[in-house]
């Protein structure tokens, strides 16, 4: 029997878009999910989350209209609310789908399978560039900024972001 073929053949920026991607992702995933559980926190005496994603954002979300009264101020968390389930799709196609680059190393697109598995398997096959990768990053950590600055101007319970130090 032949040894099945499993190697990636991604180049360094691939794999470091990726990568990236991945940093970016758990970094605002992190910022949130404080930013949930400092809103469950303030408003219900519970800090629990939600395990699935989308149980979360809607968790957020319905904390954030209790809290924040004001029409600007809530339309605002509710379109990053609403960001951050985008990115969150996004970020799914690439981190838990197959991706592949060409073996040749001619061309520059990775290749996603990517798939949902509820009642059916359906997969889906999708090209991406390292490059697009990077700018779906930069909108990871342009959401986690933005998230950071809004909890420190209107989320009234400390720390206002998760601590950050390096070892």
């Avoid at 949902?116 to 096959?125: E, M, P």
């Amino acid at each position: 029997m032949a040894k099945p073929n499993v190697d990636l053949n991604l180049n360094r920026e691939q794999l470091a878009a990726i990568g990236l991607l991945s940093a970016r992702w758990s970094f605002f995933e992190t910022e949130m999910d404080f930013t949930i559980s400092a809103l469950g926190s303030l408003m219900e005496n519970d800090q629990r989350l939600p395990q699935r994603l989308n149980e979360r954002i809607k968790r957020w979300r319905s904390l954030a209209k209790r809290l924040y009264t004001d029409t600007k101020v809530y339309e605002h968390i509710d379109d990053l609310i609403t960001r951050a389930k985008n990115l969150h799709d996004t970020r799914c196609v690439v981190l838990h789908g197959r991706c592949y680059g060409d073996p040749t190393g001619q061309r520059e697109e990775i290749s996603v399978e990517t798939h949902r598995h509820l009642a059916t398997w359906d997969v889906h096959k999708i090209s991406v560039t390292a490059k697009q990768i990077l700018g779906a990053a930069s909108k990871f950590e342009a959401a986690a900024i933005e998230l950071i600055k809004f909890n420190e101007k209107h989320l009234p319970v400390l720390p206002k972001s998760f601590p950050r130090k390096y070892p």
